[in-house]
């Protein structure tokens, strides 16, 4: 089985992403209407390590890419 780095980049930022979308559309104003000012962890932690992820993710992809070059016989 080979590692797949840059679709494991992909998925985080695709879970992340999620995650912090949907509680921002759907729960935080109601958390907020509510009182309750604190973020279930989950949330805190897609919202921490979306923008670390991307961020990551764009500079694997278009500054830095590694190759494996194949041995020349």
Excluded: C
Aim: glycine share 4%; hydrophobic share 55%; no cysteine.
């Amino acid at each position: 089985m080979v590692f797949d780095f840059s679709f494991l980049l992909v998925a985080l930022a695709a879970l992340t992403g999620v995650v912090w979308g949907l509680d921002r559309l759907f729960f935080s104003d109601k958390r907020h209407a509510r009182g309750i000012a604190k973020e279930p962890v989950a949330v805190d932690y897609a919202r921490s390590f979306f923008p670390v992820i991307v961020i990551v993710l764009v500079l694997r992809s278009f500054l830095y890419e590694p190759f494996r070059i194949p041995p020349t016989r």
